[in-house]
């Protein structure tokens, strides 16, 4: 057997790891800043470009996509090339990749701001950045199926399954939820309308988490944990088993996200008995993780890489438990719409991968820069303040959480609600959201400390950008034996292996979404429900683009609690048949909003927008006074109306071709509303369009009553 | 389950049919998994602290 020498590319390694830190920078200083907006809306400085709704989306992209996101490149590329003693396939496709992804980062960072936004969560970025995400991705793709393939280790380790699931998966996901019509360069509609776009949505959302923030991380800790501690894996064979049944049982429990929601009841159930049976994989890494660390916890106590495993895996064990606990429909009825979804997503985020991420780069950088880590000391105090912010933001989300949930639903002994005003129960958490805030900021300062220690290292060491190694090569004919173990043949099978994985993953996206799509009765048509008038279009638009679906939701869930706070019907799958993207939201900061029209007259609309305080003493929404001075965009709308009869929505040539006509003539009317009450606000004025967008939801199912009656 | 199933209205068969296929593939995937080789597992579980 012939012995080869070859060269391990740590330069990439020490690149994203860079952007790691850069990145973590800016997402959680946009986080801080969204956190303090939510008590003091002023924090946004009366600049629309840094609008709570559309720094939210900012916040979200950076932490999963840019920090994460380049900690799971950081940690692939370190420990891929070393499972597979291989170099990376290409490092033409290394640099490609590297330099894509931040241009990715880049165009998030200018076009969320300006309001660009599918506004679909976790997948806001616009149709051009969706192909540029697509391509960057197959880049990184095909670098690291080409490195499997050139390796000169028989087996694939299970680290390496994790990284390969990550790849399919997330390639599927983006393409079928980014499927979207341009109208122009940074404006397109969703191809699904309403509850099909929220399914294809909350299968990608929930699988964002599953296969963006949980798969890479696994195999990363698979690699990095073993190694830290000094001792293999606990059990290889739990690995097998939890893997499979982890990249399975993942993808159908997306509609968790939608309970009490107008998607069909037997996709709702099919998503609850999944995410229980969720549990079981996911507690087969954690325990798999911890019992790495059996026998050495000696070890633990004086290493805080170690130390932030431990935590990191714990955190993992804990948001995994609770997931499937919110599933679970009583449970969903409370915690739906609240902060305890922010503290669990956050356990989530800041433990598992925030944790792991540290523990990695305290880890890595030291090795490729042939020196150890600065200060241990600063490590630790690293690790304290990342685990006491993580206490100090998740406990105040969860109080406030539960507060919300009670509060929202609590009657008095006549039966009438005894919280009627929702912002009550806005005002009653705003202390626990202060504390939230300096719990981020404790985390926050923890990270700073990384930074100072990891910049000392790297001065006191000097980088190995090629780490000289060598290993026999792999001869074709050794690989494969009769007779050998099914898994222990797959895994030097990496192209089956990924077809496998892709397999399992697509069953359970086609089981759910085939009959919601195919099958006409699961979404009952309404035959008052007509298309927005171009106004209306343009005024829901405005509402995308300024993220109000970041705090409002519009999805009346069918409890008396809610169809008495929005004194209506709750919502009905067929109101939403024109909505290219649907908006039901995820989150209450604000009421919702699905029977807000014709609650209040136009003029009470315009005073709350202008200074929403006004209207609502205390309120902490923030004030869009930009909306009053901006004209309306009316060069795109007919395009707009042609690309959404495309689509299906029944809009006439006729309506088309005298659409800016159309338009006019309502603007006018409410233009007309509003003086009569004393205000002089333009009929071109995005507010006014915004104003006839409010005043039209879920109004065609009042029509509908009214007629009946 | 009974009540999950209870409230499908008709396309139970889904349910069934998905529960169905994960319990069959994890029976499976259990079966193999207690067949694998020792050796080869010990040697897995080694791969990261090869020469690297």
Known sequence: MQIEKFNYDNKIVRDF?????????????????????????????????????????????????????????????????????????????????????????????????????????????????????ALVWVTFGINMIGTIIKRREKQMYVAIWFYIATFVTVAVLHIVNSLEIPVTFTKSYSIYAGVQDALVQWWYGHNAVAFFLTTPFLGLMYYYLPKAAGRPVYSYKLSILHFWSLIFIYIWAGPHHLLYSSLPDWAQSLGVVFSIMLIAPSWGGMVNGLLTLRGAWDKVRDEPVLKMFAVGVTAYGMATFEGPMLSLKNVNAIAHFTDWIVAHVHVGALGWNGLLTFAIIYWTIPRIYNTTMYSKKLMNVHFWLATLGIVFYAIPMYWSGFTQGLMWKEFTAEGTLQYPEFLKTTLQILPLHVLRSLGGTLYFAGFLVLIYNVIKTVKQGSLVANEAAEAPSLEKSTLFKKGEFWHAVLEKKPI???????????????????????????????????????????????????????????????????????MGEYSKGGEYVYDHPFLWGSKRTGPDLHRLGGKYPDSWHYHHMVDPATMSPGSIMPKYPWLAEQQINVDDLSKKMSALKSLGVPYTTTEINEANATMKQQAESIANNLKKEGIDLSSDKELIAMIAYLQRLGTDIKKQNTANK | MKQFLANAEGVEGYLIFSMMVFFLFFIGLLWWVFRANQSYINKMKKLPFDNN
């Open chain 1, 17 to 133: 790891a860079i952007a790691t830190m850069i990145f973590g920078v800016v997402g959680m200083l946009v986080g801080l800043l969204a956190a303090v907006q939510l008590y003091l809306p002023e924090a946004n400085l009366g600049i629309q470009y840094t609008s709570f709704g559309r720094i939210r989306p900012l916040h979200t992209n950076a932490i999963i996509f840019a920090f994460v996101g380049n900690a799971i490149f950081m940690g692939v590329y370190y420990s891929l090339q070393r499972l597979c003693k291989a170099r990376m396939f290409s490092d033409v496709l290394s640099r490609i990749h590297f330099w894509g992804w931040q241009l990715i980062i880049l165009l998030a960072a200018i076009t969320l701001p300006l309001g660009f936004t599918s506004s679909k969560e976790y997948a806001e970025l616009e149709w051009p950045i969706d192909i540029l995400i």
């Open chain 1, 496 to 566: 089956t292996f990924t077809v496998l994985a892709v397999l399992m993953i697509v069953i359970g996206g086609a089981v759910e979404m085939i009959p919601t799509f195919t099958i006409k009765s699961n979404i009952p048509t309404i035959a008052s429900v007509k298309p927005y008038t171009p106004l209306e279009l343009e005024g829901r638009d405005i509402y995308i683009r300024e993220g109000c679906n970041a705090c409002h939701s519009q999805w009346v869930r069918p409890f008396r609690s809610e169809t008495e706070r929005y």
